[in-house]
């Protein structure tokens, strides 16, 4: 695996370094101009009034019943993820028997699958050899499987599961409590085992086990709760960017397994990741959704909550909740029309569209 280049070490991460020393600072002064926009955003809402979040270039328009699904079907619990394939098919995983829904862009539900595994935790989409697919991590399955890796096709149908390892010193089902898998540039697939012991683990294309990384702690290259995973291509080389949760930050390691810097502090318990260009979008539990550009410092807020009593409250009734504002942002997405899918966790669910608003 080559270094990254000169630009990367010598001018963006010198600007992390910045931002890792001056970020509490940055983000107060981003928050207070977020909040005071979303509670006038949060105080309308009334017919003909757009009800906005965030700022600047990047302030949104929340799209009004996004995703509502027919009389006498329940969403279920969103403790999942958020992807999309090539057609604009925008995928939603839940806690429930109903599996992943399957909605067009306009949020109509076309259909569901996997509901053989109803409790989904992330999925990210992939596609090799002309083949869609959903990389997807399992805490809930069959009553025989459970906290297990499942490789599918967009239609549902599986072709890849991997287990705990034993390899790498797994003794109990308990130790293996995966929370992220991406594939590799090479066909490889990566796991954080986030929930369990924080490790990083590799697998080959074949699903044979390679390696496992890092682990639980509080120093640099270690993870609290390595929670969400996401490919990072914005560099010289590509990189794994990890959640790391209950440290509230975000770091990077190379695809051989070495820690490479720590980018982003100061976050409120990270959850997952996706990429539009050179800028990334980042949910956070603790009520809030966070965009962080090339430099990983924060150039936006969405959603930022300000009662601090919802924060990361799954029993809060979904209406309750400002349509302006995230509870527990869980699940995130942005596509190619940079338009964000959030998810909260949530016990009853609830998914929120955004769209840029327009000038």
Known sequence: MNRIGNQAQAGIFDRRRFCAVTGAVAVSALVGKTAEAGVAAAAGGSEGTPMLTGNGEWTYRVVPGWGQLPEGTALGGTHGGIAADKSGHVYVSTQSETGILVYGPDGVLLKTIAGEYPEIHSMVYA???????????????????????????????????ITAPAEAGFKTPNEWRLTAAV????????????????????FDKKGQYQASYAGKGKTDGLFDCSHGMALDTRYDQPLLLICDRENRRLCHF???????????????????????????????????????????????????????????????????????????AHGCYIDQNADIYVSDWNQIGRVTKLVKATA
């Open 183 to 202: 594939p590799g540039p090479d066909g490889s697939v990566f796991i954080a085992n986030g929930y369990g012991d924080s490790r990083i683990f590799r």
């Open 254 to 328: 190379d695809l051989d397994g070495r820690f490479v810097r720590t980018i982003t502090l100061h976050l409120r318990r990270p959850c997952q990741a996706s990429f539009h260009g050179d800028h990334v979008v980042v949910s956070e539990l603790e009520g809030r959704v966070t965009i962080l550009d090339k430099d990983n410092a924060p150039v936006a807020f969405l959603g930022d909550n300000p009662q601090k009593a919802q924060w990361a409250n799954y029993q809060l009734p979904p209406g309750d909740i400002a349509p302006t504002f995230f509870s527990a």
């Open 127 to 161: 596609e090799e050899n002309g083949v869609e697919y959903l990389y997807t991590t399992v805490q809930k399955g069959t009553p025989k499987e459970n906290w297990l890796f499942v490789k599918m096709k967009t239609d549902g149908t599986v072709v890849e599961k």
